[in-house]
T-cell receptor, first 113, second 115 residues
Framework: GAGVSQSPRYKVAKRGQDVALRCDPI?????LFWYQQALGQGPEFLTY????????KSGLPSDRFFAERPEGSVSTLKIQRTQQEDSAVYLC???????????FGPGTRLTVT | AQSVTQPDIHITVSEGASLELRCNYSYGATPYLFWYVQSPGQGLQLLLK??????LVQGIKGFEAEFKRSQSSFNLRKPSVHWSDAAEYFCAVAVSKTSYDKVIFGPGTSLSVIP
């Protein structure tokens, strides 16, 4: 079956631009996670959705980062006024129930110039 | 605070040789532990997980890991490495929150395989 998909796969933004990153989780998966992975590092938690509810946004690095999942399926991570330090791979993961293994998408590589 | 350490940043092994990647975690409760593999430009693929029960866990691609509570370790092993195993390996621990598990990843170990 279809896995987690993310788009775009690559995004180049000029500093100060807004970007939107999309995640399509596996159909029916309740939980959805966003992670930020800097070069040479492990993924770091950004935010968690259970269906449409955002239950944890403690990992969002600043108020320029915003995520939504309005219908409990597709999610969008938005970054406003991008900065160079936002350059990273943004990973999305979903899981079928609230406590189980996560399935990861291929990620979106964001480069801010 | 909960954390995961992977002492080896980079390991090089010869094809056919055995492999052990080290992982130590810090977590007060019974941990849920994972190993993921990431090939260049790819997302993370789950190799294996430990939730409870037998402390020796078998995974995909011939990998296994052993949970040792006394050492707070969850080392990954493979008896004979293949060239296709070259990738980045991440150990992770799930921290229980009220209604979900928050996964904390280690910094990763990069594996190179010499033909």
């Amino acid at each position: 079956g279809a896995g987690v998909s993310q788009s775009p796969r690559y995004k180049v933004a000029k500093r100060g631009q807004d970007v939107a990153l999309r995640c399509d989780p596996i159909s029916g998966h309740v939980s959805l996670f966003w992670y930020q992975q800097a070069l040479g590092q492990g993924p770091e938690f950004l935010t968690y959705f259970q269906n449409e509810a955002q239950l944890d946004k403690s990992g969002l690095p600043s108020d320029r980062f915003f995520a939504e999942r309005p219908e409990g399926s597709v999610s969008t991570l938005k970054i406003q006024r991008t900065q160079q330090e936002d350059s990273a791979v943004y990973l999305c993961a979903s899981s079928p129930i609230t406590r189980s293994s996560q399935y990861f998408g291929p990620g979106t590589r964001l480069t801010v110039t | 605070a909960q954390s995961v350490t992977q002492p080896d940043i980079h390991i090089t092994v010869s094809e056919g040789a055995s492999l052990e990647l080290r992982c130590n975690y810090s977590y007060g409760a019974t941990p849920y532990l994972f190993w993921y593999v990431q090939s260049p430009g790819q997302g993370l693929q789950l190799l294996l997980k430990y939730f409870s029960g037998d402390t020796l866990v078998q995974g995909i691609k011939g990998f296994e890991a052993e949970f040792k509570r006394s050492q707070s370790s969850f080392n990954l092993r493979k008896p004979s490495v293949h060239w296709s195993d070259a990738a980045e390996y991440f150990c992770a621990v799930a921290v229980s929150k009220t209604s979900y598990d928050k996964v904390i990843f280690g910094p990763g170990t990069s594996l190179s395989v010499i033909p």
